[in-house]
């Protein structure tokens, strides 16, 4: 079950005991030993070697890129970084190279994988959506390998955190595919999404909450209010998690629409049960709701597809939807038009179709509970989250350690010129 309760704010990120939140690389990235490369996978193609498999002798490359005194070693041209979010719908991958600060995207992939399908009713992960998901890491694993990946951090989110089987199945993608997972908890979860999308909040001086609708899990974020720049990462004041997401909803909920009366007695059950988990964040956040100019902002399928049903627009497109302020009502309006809806009339409209059209009812549920506790006049929208957050993550750290290396050579030659 996810996380509910608040962080130690007198702890320091990362130290709580038994928790791998404060983790910030993943240097396990190594290769699983390989099959002979002239023999058919079953795919029917020939295996070539997964990203992180040993090398061949004559082109050794370290498994991490540790100097002697803990510290990353100045990068390569050409290199670079890379975060994979494998969660409870989705598996995507994002590889990218620092651009000053920031950074260009060079390849993504996105893949519906429902690897927590049935994990509500069952605690475990089906074979159909463990292969399922294994097929698409395998995609994610040829393309690490062929975009000259220098870093990268892989991260499994709430199907793996409650699923009895998850380990297993984080130890059968190593051994398959390379990749190695960590199942991150429900507060780095909600760290990383506030560091991803933080730079889209609506400018202001009122509070802000910011939060991430997910496949098995989400989590609601209060961050300080303004703040001098707007790059800055603000500082997180409390958060919540619940076990509800788009699929442990529906799931638990069940699918009966028969009649509109069905429909509205589903939906009203959702709304209840998210309701009452966030009843506890909701009493601690009461106050700062109240104030004037509150902002929120969110990052999930769920608001970008219902912001794409507000423009009206064809089919998706991020540069649209990615910083698009909405009015909350109209967010309201369409979640009420989508909840009555039959499955099929849903599946027809433009950005929803049959792979969202059974999921974006519960999402809906999650979003308006979210607006009962934080009752913003606006939502922002972010196309963006955990993945750019792990990037932002990893640079980061590269230049600080980059930093501490021409700090320590500067003091070393220092004294030898005494």
């Not at 606006?378 to 021409?406: F, N, Q, T, W």
Request: aromatic share 4%; glycine share 10%.
């Amino acid at each position: 079950m996810a996380e509910t309760m608040p962080p130690d704010r007198n702890a320091r990120a990362g130290k709580k005991r038994g928790s791998k939140s404060g983790k910030v690389a993943d240097f396990r990235y190594k290769r699983p030993p390989q099959p002979d490369l002239r023999k058919p996978g079953r795919d029917g193609r020939s295996n070539g070697a997964s990203p992180g498999s040993a090398p061949a002798k004559g082109n050794a490359r370290p498994a991490h890129d540790l100097d002697a005194i803990g510290t990353l070693r100045q990068g390569h041209p050409g290199e670079a970084y890379a975060a994979l979010d494998l969660g409870t719908n989705n598996c995507r991958l994002l590889i990218a190279r620092p651009s000053g600060r920031d950074f260009t995207v060079i390849d993504a992939f996105s893949r519906v994988v429902k690897l927590g399908e049935g994990l509500a009713t069952t605690g475990r992960l089906s074979d159909k959506a463990m292969d399922r998901t294994l097929a698409a890491l395998t995609i994610c694993a040829d393309k690490l390998q062929r975009r000259n990946v220098r870093l990268a951090r892989s991260v499994a989110t709430e199907a793996c955190r409650r699923a009895s089987n998850g380990p297993a199945f984080i130890e059968r993608v190593r051994r398959e595919t390379g990749i190695a997972l960590d199942i991150i908890s429900a507060e780095e979860e909600a760290r990383l999404a506030v560091l991803g999308c933080h730079i889209l909040l609506e400018a202001g001086d009122g509070p802000a909450m910011i939060f991430d609708i997910g496949g098995g899990s989400t989590e609601l974020v209060l961050v300080e209010a303004g703040g001098p720049e707007a790059s800055r990462v603000p500082r997180i004041l409390d958060w919540q998690s619940v076990p509800w997401g788009v699929v442990s909803l529906t799931d638990t909920v069940g699918h009966n629409e028969e009649g509109d009366d069905a429909r509205r007695a589903r939906y009203a059950k959702m709304r209840e049960l998210v309701s009452t988990s966030f009843a506890p964040f909701a009493e601690r956040v009461a106050e700062a709701a109240a104030l004037d100019d509150i902002r929120l902002l969110g990052t999930s399928g769920t608001v970008t597809t219902l912001a794409s049903l507000y423009l009206e627009l064809p089919s998706y497109d991020r540069r649209a939807v990615d910083g698009l302020i909405v009015p909350a009502p109209a967010m309201r309006d369409i979640s009420a038009r989508l909840s009555v809806m039959t499955p099929y009339e849903r599946s027809t409209l433009p950005c929803i179709g049959q792979d969202r059209a059974d999921l974006v009812v519960a999402g809906c549920a999650i979003l308006e509970s979210i607006l009962d506790l934080w009752p913003a006049r606006r939502l922002g929208v972010a196309d963006r989250g955990i993945r750019e957050g792990i990037l932002r993550s990893l640079m980061a750290a590269e230049r600080r350690s980059e930093r501490s290396l021409r700090a320590l050579q500067q003091q070393r030659s220092g004294k030898g010129g005494k």
